[in-house]
């Protein structure tokens, strides 16, 4: 019988469950979310329960029988192997994906802020001129910014893929 929280279960999956305690880390949600990370809130006797605002996101309340927490883990873990993780990027270059990290340059940031906020879905190439401050639209710069962008995150396990005619999307590996 589980009647406290542990801050992370193993599950038999690619990825693992965060498991947190409801409401007390309630603050932690935003950010989870945002990174594409699944996640259990136990909640506490009495407390409302949160309304799941995703697939990557369930609870149970405390106190909760071990085979009922283990279901709901292997349950979000499965579908969270249909929503890949997210890039995060902080307002030092820093890009982080999975456990892997790399630093870029002020013109890598421009672009990948744009491609990170819409992470999966294509970009117009007009947009991330705009995003670099590129006011004459010179597309060859683009282009140089974007392959020295795809070299640094080729080892993470990312890719920026050309959409012919459009644009650009950054993209998981598969």
Request: with cysteine; proline share 7%; hydrophobic share 40%.
């Amino acid at each position: 019988m589980l009647t406290q929280p542990s801050v992370r279960f193993a599950v038999e999956s690619a990825r693992d469950v965060v498991v947190l305690a409801w409401p007390e880390q309630a603050a932690d949600r935003e950010r989870l979310e945002r990174r594409n990370i699944p996640r259990l809130w136990l909640v506490e006797p009495g407390a409302e329960p949160p309304v799941a605002e995703t697939c990557l996101e369930d609870w149970l309340r405390l106190p909760a029988d071990d085979a009922d927490v283990r279901a709901r883990l292997v349950s979000l873990a499965r579908r969270a192997e249909h929503h890949p993780p997210r890039p995060t990027l902080d307002e030092h270059g820093e890009l982080g994906y999975r456990d892997l990290i790399a630093y870029l340059s002020p013109a890598e940031q421009l672009l990948a802020r744009v491609l990170v906020d819409r992470f999966g879905s294509a970009v117009p190439e007009s947009e991330l001129l705009a995003a670099t401050g590129d006011r004459d639209g010179n597309e060859q710069t683009l282009r140089v910014h974007v392959s020295r962008l795809r070299r640094r995150v080729a080892p993470m396990g990312l890719t920026v893929v050309s959409i012919r005619s459009y644009g650009y999307a950054m993209r998981a590996d598969a």
